[in-house]
């Protein structure tokens, strides 16, 4: 069952910002004067508007913050950003101004910073075909960029999102900091233990889920030293990525957007967050050519990281236990929610069962 098919009261449930409130700010924080305010209907976590003003030619994003993970999402953000433009060449946006804590005057979370050129990568694809050659051109650049993130950004031993401190502090769903990777899988496990017993759309399903969990705690762990933690986008596919297509034969990225799910993580979870598009790409020999360029720069990959089978299954047991786009439903009663939640369980089993015999 695709998220897609059940409509849910979104993080932007409730969440506005007017142009009033943006000329406020920006004349705090700019002292410039709005002329244009546009409202962009894109993403899913957050309101996004584009501003010109008459002082500068330079435009500007504002990103104000869905009701959801309160102030850790936007810290992570603004850090993120900050170490890339230190250490690393990829095209990002500048943050000006931020506010993380809703007790401001405009109520909400908030990142002001400048708009990179270029169109959404997910948008052209909607509207052309792209050719093997241009998709190459493009995913040697995006290879350039993830091989940047992992070895000119310094590494962390600690698994979580950035904060504003420098250290590395909780996920988005305020759980860790984790030393190693078992202590993040099997956490993430148990935590969804709270939402079977306290959310009622899981009632359904709530005993085998449980059932599971507890037979997943008994399963032992291979060693996962050899797993380094990595600096991770967390959500880096073509719908984050921003491109000049003037020239079809000579496109390039122009900026990578979006890295409010950023942290210091296994390099094995940017497959399972990251890349959909590339993977879901209809000619498969590019999945395998971005494998390639990514081997060439050193960056592992499912050929390359150890026990990536085993991680991969970890990963689908954990994040059906108790679906995030089952949460917070417009119906809860539609019929498509029991169906989507028997097919989380029989996800959860299948595997669990795989786990098992691996594993005992």
């Known amino acids: 069952m695709s998220s897609q098919l059940l409509e849910r009261k979104g993080p932007r449930d409730g969440i506005s910002f007017t142009r009033e409130q943006a000329e406020s700010l920006i004349r705090t924080h700019?002292?410039?004067?709005?002329?244009?305010?546009?409202?962009?209907d894109i993403g899913y976590n957050n309101l996004l508007f584009f501003i010109k003003t008459t002082e500068n030619r330079q435009e500007y994003a504002l990103k104000i913050g869905g009701r959801y993970w309160i102030r850790i999402k936007t810290e992570a953000e603004v850090r993120a950003l900050q170490l890339l433009h230190e250490y690393t060449t990829i095209p990002v946006p500048k943050v000006l101004a931020y506010s993380s804590d809703r007790n401001n005057e405009f109520g909400v979370e908030w990142i002001l910073m400048t708009r990179l050129p270029g169109q959404n990568l997910g948008d052209v694809c909607s509207r052309q075909t792209l050719t093997t050659n241009t998709k190459k051109i493009l995913i040697r650049d995006l290879a350039d960029y993830v091989a940047q993130m992992h070895f000119k950004v310094p590494r962390y031993n600690q698994i979580g999102a950035f904060t504003l401190d420098g250290r590395i502090g909780t996920d988005l769903n305020k759980l860790g900091p984790w030393s190693t990777y078992e202590q993040f899988i099997r956490t993430r496990a148990q935590s969804e233990r709270s939402v079977l017993n306290t959310n009622p759309v899981?009632?359904?399903?709530?005993?085998?889920m449980l059932d599971a969990i507890e037979r997943f705690e008994r399963l032992p762990f291979p060693s996962f030293d050899h797993l380094p933690f990595v600096f991770s986008h967390g959500d880096l596919d073509f719908h984050n990525i921003l491109v000049c297509m003037d020239d079809p034969d000579s496109p390039r990225i122009t900026g990578i957007v979006d890295w409010e799910w950023a942290g210091s993580f296994p390099c094995s979870e940017e497959y399972f967050t990251s890349y959909n598009t590339i993977?879901?790409?209809?000619d498969k020999d590019i999945q395998e050519f971005f494998f390639d360029e990514l081997d060439k720069r050193n960056v592992l990959t499912p050929r390359t990281i150890q026990h990536f089978s085993l991680l991969k299954k970890f990963d689908r047991f954990v994040t059906n236990l108790a679906s995030w786009y089952l949460t917070d439903l417009t119906n809860p009663d539609d019929p498509a929610v029991n169906k989507s939640l028997q097919e989380c369980r029989s996800t959860v089993q299948s595997t669990l069962e795989e786990l098992q015999n691996e594993l005992l």
């Not at 700019?30 to 962009?40: D, G, M, P």
């Not at 899981?202 to 085998?208: E, G, L, Q, V």
């Open 279 to 282: 993977n879901d790409d209809n």
């Open 30 to 40: 700019l002292h410039e004067t709005i002329t244009s305010f546009e409202c962009v």
């Open 202 to 208: 899981f009632a359904p399903i709530k005993d085998a």
